[in-house]
């Protein structure tokens, strides 16, 4: 049976400092991976706190992987999964691209991440290994035309080059952003020639690795990802402005149509950009 110092939690919040010391007590080696923890009526005499506080930890914990609670038996602790290590990333991230100033920071990380993969990739590739990324080049220009296969390709192009390296800590990081990546590439792959113009980055990636030329590498994807970020916003601003372009087509169709059926109506023309809803434009004074 484990023995429980006495630890009094102090002003910060009792939950969160319960968690950490927790934490600190499995990665100690005092409750090992499938032992169960004292119950909360111990660690609350321990911690110095009341159940609520140690229960709302036993949650925290819960919630990161570390413990699994079941109704009715103490906490067991447990061994993290890839997949909710993943899951949990996975939704921080895309709550952060959603905001302009999270897109921007997504898109520095890519470029000094993946640029960074490209140099480690270009330095120690084996044979084989250009031999599968050269089937991934392939795969990806054979998609060429077809919007679902090219970005699943293009992605699949990127990924071994993570793989090349040998780095799981790479291919996990790759994994995280799959999403955001999808994403962007979804957008950007209905630009005219985007496809091409990706097939001529990767090109030069690829011949790059097989050169064993670490500094090309790095600098070609920097290009590409570069031509990408470009891309993508200005995909995203064409779309409001064709859309918004559209619609007043739309209403001012509807308006002449109105005019046709009962001249007497008066007109409703759309509103410029920056007006208040509701609201129509002054009539300009006519000159005489």
Do not use: C
């Amino acid at each position: 049976m484990h023995s429980t110092p006495s630890t009094t939690v102090g002003r910060r919040k009792r939950s969160h400092e319960i968690v950490e010391l927790l934490e600190g007590a499995i990665a100690s080696g005092e409750f090992e991976i499938g032992s169960q923890l004292p119950s909360e009526k111990v660690l609350a005499e321990r911690f110095g706190v009341g159940r609520p506080s140690v229960r709302e930890a036993l949650f925290l914990l819960q919630q990161r992987g570390i413990v699994d609670v079941a109704s009715g038996t103490r906490a067991r602790v447990t061994t993290p999964t890839n997949s909710l290590f993943l899951g949990q990333l996975t939704a921080s991230i895309r709550r952060m691209a959603a905001t302009p100033d999270g897109q921007n920071q997504m898109e520095q990380t890519r470029l000094l991440f993946e640029s960074g993969v490209a140099w480690q990739a270009a330095q120690v590739a084996t044979d084989e290994d250009i031999v599968r990324l050269k089937k991934t080049l392939d795969a990806n220009v054979a998609a060429l035309g077809n919007a679902a296969e090219f970005i699943r390709t293009d992605v699949a192009f990127h990924y071994e080059l993570n793989v090349i390296t040998r780095n799981p800590i790479f291919a996990t990081v790759h994994e995280i952003l799959v999403e955001w990546l999808l994403d962007q590439r979804t957008t950007t792959i209905h630009m005219p020639d985007a496809d091409r113009f990706s097939i001529r980055d990767h090109t030069s990636i690829y011949d790059a690795v097989v050169a064993h030329d670490p500094m090309r590498a790095f600098h070609e994807m920097g290009s590409h990802l570069r031509l990408i970020s470009q891309l993508y916003h200005e995909s995203k601003r064409l779309s409001q402005s064709i859309l918004r372009d559209i619609t007043r087509d739309v209403a001012e169709r509807m308006d002449r149509e109105k005019q046709n059926l009962w001249p007497g109506s008066a007109p409703l023309a759309p509103a410029p950009v920056g007006s208040a809803p509701g609201k129509r434009p002054k009539a300009s004074k006519r000159m005489s």
